[in-house]
C-alpha cells in the first residue's frame, strides 16, 4: 500500500512553470508514512519479475500508478522492470484474478486530467491565498472549490436575511359519510383557482379565511367524482456517492466524512468467517448508476430464491446516468446479493452493518418491480369551492417489500399513502367540522452537510471524492460552522467570501468551477 499521493507540488513554492505550458515540478513527499511505505514498495519490488500497480479506478489513482512507476524507473534495482497497471472495482477473488491477466499502460488522458486541476488548485490556492492574507487576516486560504462552496453558503444565508415571510392560509373539512365513517378533505379551490402558495385563489389573511368560512358554514355537501386510477411508484436507483452520503446522513446523522470512512472500511474488507477477508461493496466514490452483468444476474437470482417469481421483472431494471457523469465505475453495490446483512452481521460493527445494509437493500430493491398502487381522488365541490381528498390501497408490494420509502404527499400537503372509507359519487355528506390555519412561508432551510452535497453535485462542483474532503475543510478554516446541525457562515467565512467575490468573480463562479 502506498497510502495515496506519493509526490505531489512543493508546499514551498508554486511548482508550476506558467511560462513553460505550466508544466508542474513534483517532489517525492516526505511524510513518515510516504518514505516508510516508498521504502517497504522498493524493497518488495526489487525482488520480483514484474511489478502490477492497482491504485485506485479513478484519475487520482491513475496519477498515482503513474508517480509510483515513475519513483520505481528511477530506482536502479528496478529501473529495467516491466511496470503495469491493473484495475477492479470490487475487491473480490474473481475480480482481482480478471485484472491481473489484463495489464495495460498507464492512461494518460486520466493522469493529464487529474494534472490540469492539481495545476489549477494550485494556482488559485498560491496566488490568492497571500493576497487573502494581506487584506483580511494571515493564514487564510483560498481554493478552486472550496471557495465556491463557501460562496454557496454564503449565498444561501444571504437568501434568509432578504426573505420577506408570506401569509397563506389552509382549510381542512372533517367528513362524515352516510355510513358514519369520517375522513378529511382539504380545501384544493376556490372559483377555479388554486388555493396554493403563490397561487390565483390564495387565502391570504383572517379576513379572507372568515370570508370562505362564512361562505361555507351553512352549504350542503355532496360527493362530485370518485376516481380510481393506479399508479406505479419504481424503485430507487442504486448509490452513488452524493446519494449514498445524503441517505446515511437523513437515515442515521451520519457526516459525510463517516459515511466515506465506514465505506472505505466495507471496500477495502472485512473478514467474514470461513470465506475470510472479502470486499463486501464496490468503490464508494463513483456517480454512475451502471451495474455489471455479474451483478444484476447475483440480485435476479437472489430475487428469485428469496421472493419468487411475482419479484423478478422480465428484464433487469436499467438507470440512466446524469449526462455531466464520468461513469468511471460501476454504482455502489454490495459485491454479492448473497451476503445479506442477516448473513455477515456478526462480522461487522454497529456503524458498518447499518451503512451496509443501506447499500445492500438499495441494490436489492433497485432489480424489484414497481409497488402497484391504487390511488382514490374524491373531489367535493360546493359552490365556488372545491374540496379534495387523496387515498390510495397497495395492490402490490413490489421493491417495498424489501426497502421502506418516505410517505409521499402530493402538492396540496395530502398524505397520498392514507387509507379512505367507502365513498361513493353522489352521496350526501356530512359536516363535522371546518379547521381553518394560518400558515407563513419560510426561507430556504441553511444547508445540512447531505444537502449541501446534492447541491454541490447538481451544480457540477467538485466530484464524488472531494465532497467530504470540501466540507471537512471549510469547516476547519472556520469559514463555515455546524449550528444544530445545519451549516452557517461564520463572520470569517462572510468576509472571505465578498472579498474573493469582488476581486476574482471569474474563478469564484459556479460556471467556471463545474467546466
Same mark, same amino acid.
Given at each position: 500500500a502506498?497510502?495515496?499521493a506519493?509526490?505531489?507540488?512543493?508546499?514551498?513554492?508554486?511548482g508550476?512553470?506558467?511560462?513553460?505550458?505550466f508544466?508542474?515540478?513534483?517532489?517525492?513527499?516526505?511524510?513518515?508514512?510516504?518514505?516508510?511505505a516508498?521504502k517497504?514498495?522498493?524493497?518488495?519490488?526489487?525482488?520480483?519479475?514484474e511489478?502490477?500497480?492497482?491504485s485506485?479506478?479513478?484519475?487520482?489513482?491513475?496519477?498515482?500508478?503513474?508517480?509510483v512507476?515513475?519513483?520505481?524507473?528511477?530506482?536502479?534495482?528496478?529501473?529495467?522492470?516491466? +511496470?503495469?497497471?491493473?484495475?477492479?472495482?470490487?475487491?473480490?477473488?474473481?475480480?482481482?484474478?480478471?485484472?491481473? =491477466?489484463?495489464?495495460?499502460?498507464?492512461?494518460?488522458?486520466?493522469?493529464?486530467?487529474?494534472?490540469?486541476?492539481r495545476?489549477?488548485?494550485?494556482?488559485?490556492?498560491?496566488?490568492?491565498?497571500?493576497?487573502?492574507?494581506?487584506?483580511?487576516?494571515?493564514?487564510?486560504?483560498?481554493?478552486r472549490?472550496?471557495?465556491?462552496?463557501?460562496?454557496?453558503?454564503?449565498?444561501?444565508?444571504?437568501?434568509?436575511?432578504a426573505?420577506v415571510?408570506?401569509?397563506?392560509?389552509?382549510?381542512?373539512?372533517?367528513?362524515?359519510?352516510?355510513?358514519q365513517?369520517?375522513?378529511?378533505?382539504?380545501?384544493?379551490?376556490?372559483? @377555479?383557482?388554486?388555493? !396554493?402558495?403563490?397561487?390565483?385563489?390564495?387565502i391570504?389573511?383572517?379576513?379572507?379565511?372568515?370570508a370562505?368560512l362564512?361562505?361555507?358554514?351553512?352549504?350542503?355537501? +355532496?360527493?362530485?367524482s370518485v376516481?380510481?386510477k393506479?399508479?406505479?411508484?419504481?424503485?430507487?436507483?442504486?448509490?452513488?456517492?452524493?446519494?449514498?452520503?445524503?441517505?446515511a446522513?437523513?437515515?442515521?446523522?451520519?457526516?459525510?466524512?463517516?459515511?466515506?470512512?465506514i465505506?472505505?472500511?466495507?471496500?477495502?474488507?472485512?473478514?467474514?468467517g470461513a470465506?475470510?477477508?472479502?470486499?463486501?461493496?464496490?468503490y464508494?466514490?463513483?456517480?454512475?448508476?451502471?451495474?455489471?452483468?455479474e451483478?444484476?444476474?447475483?440480485?435476479?437470482?437472489?430475487?428469485? =430464491?428469496t421472493?419468487?417469481d411475482?419479484?423478478?421483472?422480465?428484464?433487469?431494471?436499467?438507470?440512466?446516468?446524469?449526462?455531466?457523469?464520468?461513469?468511471?465505475?460501476?454504482?455502489i453495490?454490495?459485491?454479492?446479493?448473497?451476503h445479506?446483512?442477516?448473513?455477515?452481521?456478526?462480522?461487522?460493527?454497529?456503524?458498518?452493518?447499518?451503512?451496509?445494509t443501506l447499500?445492500?437493500?438499495?441494490?436489492?430493491?433497485?432489480?424489484?418491480?414497481?409497488?402497484?398502487m391504487?390511488?382514490?381522488?374524491?373531489?367535493?365541490?360546493?359552490d365556488?369551492?372545491?374540496?379534495?381528498?387523496?387515498?390510495?390501497?397497495?395492490k402490490?408490494?413490489?421493491?417495498?417489500?424489501?426497502?421502506?420509502?418516505?410517505?409521499?404527499?402530493?402538492?396540496? @400537503?395530502?398524505?397520498?399513502?392514507?387509507l379512505?372509507?367507502?365513498?361513493?359519487?353522489?352521496?350526501?355528506? @356530512?359536516?363535522?367540522?371546518?379547521k381553518?390555519?394560518?400558515?407563513?412561508?419560510k426561507?430556504?432551510?441553511?444547508?445540512s452537510?447531505?444537502?449541501?452535497?446534492?447541491?454541490?453535485e447538481?451544480?457540477?462542483?467538485?466530484?464524488?471524492?472531494?465532497? !467530504?474532503?470540501?466540507?471537512?475543510?471549510?469547516?476547519?478554516?472556520?469559514?463555515v460552522?455546524?449550528?444544530?446541525?445545519?451549516l452557517?457562515p +461564520?463572520?470569517?467565512?462572510?468576509?472571505?467570501?465578498?472579498?474573493?467575490?469582488?476581486?476574482?468573480?471569474d474563478?469564484?463562479?459556479?460556471?467556471?468551477?463545474?467546466?
Open positions: 502506498c497510502f495515496g506519493v509526490r505531489d507540488l512543493p508546499k514551498s513554492t508554486l508550476v512553470d506558467v511560462d513553460n505550458n508544466e508542474p515540478k513534483y517532489v517525492t513527499l516526505r511524510e513518515e508514512t510516504n518514505r516508510k516508498l517497504e514498495i522498493k524493497e518488495s519490488a526489487a525482488k520480483v519479475d511489478i502490477l500497480i492497482a485506485d479506478p479513478d484519475r487520482e489513482g491513475e496519477a498515482i500508478a503513474w508517480h512507476a515513475e519513483i520505481l524507473k528511477n530506482f536502479k534495482k528496478t529501473a529495467d522492470k516491466p +511496470t503495469s497497471r491493473i484495475v477492479f472495482n470490487e475487491i473480490t477473488k474473481d475480480n482481482v484474478k480478471k485484472a491481473v =491477466k489484463a495489464p495495460r499502460e498507464v492512461d494518460f488522458n486520466l493522469v493529464d486530467a487529474q494534472q490540469a486541476r495545476v489549477i488548485d494550485r494556482l488559485v490556492g498560491y496566488k490568492i491565498s497571500p493576497l487573502l492574507g494581506w487584506v483580511v487576516r494571515k493564514g487564510l486560504s483560498a481554493g472549490v472550496q471557495s465556491v462552496t463557501v460562496r454557496m453558503v454564503v449565498d444561501r444565508e444571504n437568501e434568509i436575511r426573505f415571510p408570506e401569509e397563506y392560509w389552509s382549510m381542512d373539512a372533517e367528513f362524515k359519510t352516510p355510513r365513517e369520517n375522513f378529511t378533505a382539504k380545501l384544493h379551490s376556490r372559483k @377555479g383557482e388554486s388555493i !396554493a402558495v403563490g397561487k390565483p385563489g390564495q391570504k389573511s383572517q379576513e379572507d379565511a372568515d370562505v362564512a361562505a361555507l358554514k351553512s352549504a350542503e355537501y +355532496t360527493v362530485g376516481t380510481r393506479e399508479v406505479r411508484r419504481r424503485p430507487s436507483p442504486p448509490f452513488i456517492t452524493s446519494t449514498l452520503q445524503q441517505d446522513s437523513r437515515k442515521f446523522g451520519m457526516s459525510t466524512g463517516q459515511t466515506m470512512a465505506a472505505q472500511q466495507l471496500y477495502q474488507g472485512i473478514s467474514i470465506e475470510g477477508q472479502v470486499g463486501l461493496i464496490t464508494m466514490r463513483t456517480d454512475s448508476l451502471r451495474l455489471s452483468n451483478a444484476l444476474d447475483s440480485a435476479r437470482s437472489y430475487i428469485q =430464491k421472493y419468487g411475482e419479484f423478478l421483472p422480465q428484464k433487469p431494471n436499467f438507470y440512466k446516468n446524469k449526462k455531466n457523469a464520468q461513469d468511471a465505475h460501476e454504482a453495490r454490495p459485491t454479492s446479493a448473497f445479506t446483512p442477516e448473513s455477515i452481521g456478526q462480522h461487522l460493527t454497529q456503524e458498518q452493518l447499518k451503512l451496509y447499500i445492500w437493500k438499495r441494490f436489492v430493491a433497485c432489480q424489484m418491480p414497481p409497488a402497484v391504487d390511488q382514490t381522488t374524491v373531489d367535493i365541490p360546493v365556488d369551492f372545491l374540496f379534495r381528498s387523496t387515498g390510495s390501497i397497495m402490490f408490494q413490489g421493491f417495498t417489500k424489501l426497502y421502506e420509502v418516505a410517505k409521499d404527499e402530493d402538492e396540496n @400537503g395530502n398524505d397520498t399513502n392514507r379512505l372509507p367507502e365513498i361513493n359519487e353522489a352521496e350526501a355528506l @356530512g359536516l363535522n367540522e371546518l381553518p390555519e394560518q400558515h407563513f412561508t426561507p430556504p432551510p441553511r444547508f452537510e447531505a444537502s449541501l452535497v446534492r447541491a454541490m447538481e451544480n457540477g462542483i467538485g466530484r464524488p471524492s472531494t465532497y !467530504a474532503p470540501t466540507i471537512r475543510t471549510i469547516m476547519n478554516r472556520m469559514y460552522e455546524k449550528v444544530t446541525g445545519r452557517v +461564520t463572520e470569517l467565512g462572510e468576509e472571505v467570501n465578498t472579498w474573493l467575490v469582488k476581486n476574482f468573480p474563478i469564484l463562479s459556479v460556471d467556471f468551477t463545474a467546466r
